[in-house]
C-alpha cells in the first residue's frame, strides 16, 4: 500500500531496535514558544487512514516516548500502536498522537502545581503548547476530528495529573480525559481543590489505580490508593457516574507500563464510546 507523504512528517524507522507497529509518523524538533524549548512528536495513524477519506478521533497521550517503541522508552513501552491494531479489528480506531517528555523537566510540564521537594509549576505553558501548537499542527496536517467531542487527552502516573486538569482548564478542547494511577500526592495535593473547585465538564472520564503503586515519593500503596479514591468521590460528587464516568481498582497493579498497557484496551474502549 502506498504511504501518503505529509510535509514535515517521516515514517517512523522500522528495523531490528525498534518495535513499532502499524503507521506511525514523527515530526522532529517542534519547538514550543510556551516552554522555550523542542522536542518530536509522534503520530499513530489508523489501519484505514491511508484507504480512505475518513476523518478520525484524536487521543493525545503524554510521556511519548514510552508509547510505541522499546527503543526509547526508559521503563518499557507501552504497546499503544500493537493495541489500537487489535482495537481496529472490533471497529474501534482513533489518531494516537504521543508527546514526549522533556526528561528531567518532566515533573515541571506535568504539574501547574508546585512541589516543595520536586518542582512542578509548567503545567499550564506545557498545556498552552498541546493546545495552541501541537493540536493546530494536527488538525492541519491529518483527518482529525477536530471537535471536543472528539477529542481526548491521557497519561499515567503525573501524566494522569495533568490529563484530569487538562480535562476541566481546557473543556472547550477536550471532551475526555484517561487519568491512569495519577500522581495526585504531587505540589501539595493542589489537585484536590483544583477539581473541588471547577465547574462540571459534560464528556467522558475514565480514573484507575493499583493496589501496589510506587513512586519516587515517600507516598506508600495504601496512601496512594487511598488519594485516588479521595478524587474518585469528588469526581462522583460533581456528578460524573456510570455512563460517563469509568472508575477501576486494579488489585494487581503496580506503577508501570506493563500493567498500564494491560488496562489501555478497556480504557479506550470506554473513552472512545464503544465499552
Known sequence: ????????????????????????????????????????????????????????????????????????????EWHVDEIMEDLAGEGLEAIVVGIPNAGVKRLDEYSPFKDPEYGGGEGEAYLQFLVETVKPLIDRDFRSLPQREHTFV??????????????????????????????????????????????????????????????????????????????HRILQRKGYKEGNYLYVEDKQGVHNEADWARRLPAALRFLLGVG
Do not use: C
Request: no cysteine; aromatic share 14%.
Open 154 to 231: 491521557m497519561g499515567s502516573s503525573m501524566g494522569g495529573l495533568i490529563s484530569l486538569y487538562a480535562f476541566f482548564r481546557y473543556p472547550e478542547v477536550f471532551g475526555g480525559a484517561g487519568v491512569m494511577s495519577p500522581s495526585f500526592w504531587f505540589g501539595e495535593r493542589g489537585s484536590f481543590e483544583y477539581a473541588e473547585a471547577a465547574p462540571f465538564v459534560p464528556g467522558r472520564l475514565y480514573m484507575d489505580v493499583g493496589y501496589k503503586e510506587s513512586t519516587l515519593s515517600n507516598v506508600g500503596s495504601r496512601r496512594y490508593l487511598a488519594d485516588v479514591r479521595r478524587m
Open 1 to 76: 500500500m502506498r504511504v501518503e507523504k505529509i510535509v514535515g512528517w517521516e515514517s517512523y524507522p522500522k528495523g531490528k531496535r525498534h518495535t513499532v507497529s502499524g503507521d506511525v509518523r514523527v515530526f522532529h524538533g517542534l519547538p514550543s514558544p510556551q516552554l522555550g524549548n523542542r522536542r518530536d512528536i509522534l503520530v499513530y495513524l489508523p489501519p484505514s487512514y491511508q484507504a480512505s477519506q475518513k476523518r478520525y478521533p484524536v487521543l493525545y497521550m503524554h510521556d511519548g516516548q514510552n508509547l510505541f517503541d522499546d527503543a526509547t522508552s526508559y521503563v518499557g
